[in-house]
C-alpha cells in the first residue's frame, strides 16, 4: 500500500517502449519524481540520477532529507506489510552488524547468521542479490555513487562489493520475502565463496 506520508516515489524509466511507459503514467499520482529518458543509460545511470533528484528535490522544497533508500528493479511485486518488515529489520540488525544492503528477498541457499533474540531475524551475506536493496542514506553517502563502468557483471554485486571492502556487510530479510521478482534471477557471485564473477 502506498503512503504518501511514510514513502517517497522516484522512478526513472531508462527509454522503456510506449506500452511500458502508458502504465507508468497510469500510476503517476502515486509517483513523486518521474523521469523518462529516451534512451536506456543503463541501470547505475538511473540510479544515481534518482537519488541526485531526490535529494535536490528535498533542498528546493525544503523537505527532511531521505533516511533510507530503497533501489529496486521495474519486475517487482510488493506483498503487504513489506515497508514495516524492511524497516524494522533493518533498524534492529544495522547498527550491531555494521548494516549497508538489506534485500526484500530471501535467499535460502546461504548459511544463516541469525542475531539471538532479534524480532526480526536476517541472513547474511558477503554479496546478496540486488533487485530490492535499502540501505541507509548514511552507508549510502560513504560508499559512493553506483559505478557506470560496469566492472562487474551485476551492478548491485560490483556496488556491494565496494561497500564490503569499507567494513560494511548485507543481508536478506529472514525467513520470507517481501518481494516477489518476477523477472529472470541471474546471479553474478560465487555462492561458495563470495567472490565476483568478473566478465571473461
Not at 560490483?158 to 560494511?168: C, F, I, Q
Request: hydrophobic fraction near 30%.
Amino acid at each position: 500500500t502506498y503512503d504518501p506520508k511514510r514513502v517517497s516515489v522516484t522512478v526513472v524509466d531508462n527509454g522503456s517502449p510506449k506500452e511500458t511507459v502508458q502504465v507508468i503514467t497510469d500510476h503517476r499520482h502515486k509517483i513523486d519524481n518521474l523521469v523518462l529518458l529516451n534512451k536506456n543509460m543503463g541501470k547505475p545511470y538511473a540510479l544515481n540520477l534518482g537519488v541526485s533528484i531526490v535529494n535536490e528535490t528535498d533542498v528546493v522544497m525544503e523537505h527532511t532529507s531521505p533516511k533510507y533508500y530503497l533501489f529496486c528493479d521495474n519486475d517487482l511485486s510488493f506483498k503487504t506489510g513489506w515497508i514495516d518488515v524492511m524497516l524494522s529489520t533493518y533498524e534492529e540488525h544495522e547498527e550491531g552488524m555494521n548494516l549497508c544492503a538489506l534485500s526484500g528477498v530471501r535467499w535460502p541457499r546461504h548459511q544463516l547468521c541469525l542475531k539471538q533474540g532479534a524480532t526480526r531475524q536476517i541472513n547474511e551475506y558477503r554479496f546478496p542479490p540486488g533487485c530490492c536493496l535499502l540501505m541507509s542514506a548514511d552507508s549510502h553517502d560513504k560508499v559512493g555513487k553506483w559505478d557506470t563502468k560496469k566492472l562487474i557483471m551485476c551492478v548491485d554485486t560490483n556496488y556491494l562489493r565496494r561497500a564490503t571492502h569499507l567494513g560494511y556487510k548485507h543481508g536478506s530479510v529472514h525467513p520470507d520475502s517481501v518481494i516477489d521478482h518476477t523477472g529472470k534471477a541471474a546471479r553474478s557471485w560465487s555462492i561458495k565463496n563470495g567472490v565476483p564473477i568478473l566478465h571473461p
